[in-house]
């Protein structure tokens, strides 16, 4: 990564002041990720905390000025390379979250249906054997059972319905939340459901008239 600074409006970063060069210094990164302020030949110098460089590494609590007073604003600087790749980096776990839950959901909810639906059926069953046993002489225990056995399904089948019908609104819910997260770090344009690996091929944003980075060079 190489941002130009200087007077001069091609410049990566214009830096309007008297006693800034037409081409004052670079701003570069290093494949480790470490920054570092170069002065390209200026007339008034580079100083970092006060000491004139010709190139040196920086943090962002250090004070970078160039010529006599014109102080830069280094998290300023980067964002006009478009330089998103750490941001676009943190969704990568917003995506992968995101299937996660869906698939969770969607799964559980099958479960418990199913379970719901099905445990009437077992009791039935429970039933029918203890009839063999002690009902065949009492008949309370008979109607009772009876009456269980109509009752049983139609409820099971009546909760089963209604936990199948929370499934939309969670997946809703999910969705929602999916589409406020998982958004372009630049424009906030949202990225859809498309997988992060997909995005990060791309290598930038698709709006074109964003051009924020993902991918670091
Ligand atoms: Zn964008």
Partial sequence: MVIRIGKA???????????????????????????????????????????????????????????NNYTLNISEVLKSDNDYSEEFAALKPVYENYIKEKIRIQSSNQFKTR????LPFAVIGILGLMISVIGKHNQGVFIGSLIIAVCAPTLGIYLGARQSAKIPALLQNLSNQFKINYVCPKCGTFLGEIPWESLANKKKCSLSTCRAKWVKK
């Fill in 9 to 67: 409006t091609d410049n990566d970063f214009v830096a309007n002041d008297s006693h800034v060069s037409r081409y004052h210094a670079r701003l570069t990164r290093d494949e480790k990720g470490n920054l570092f302020i170069e002065d390209t030949e200026s007339t008034n110098g580079t100083f970092v905390n006060g000491d004139r460089v010709i190139k040196k590494k920086i943090t962002p609590s250090d004070i970078v000025t160039l010529g």
């Fill in 115 to 118: 379970l719901l639906q099905s």
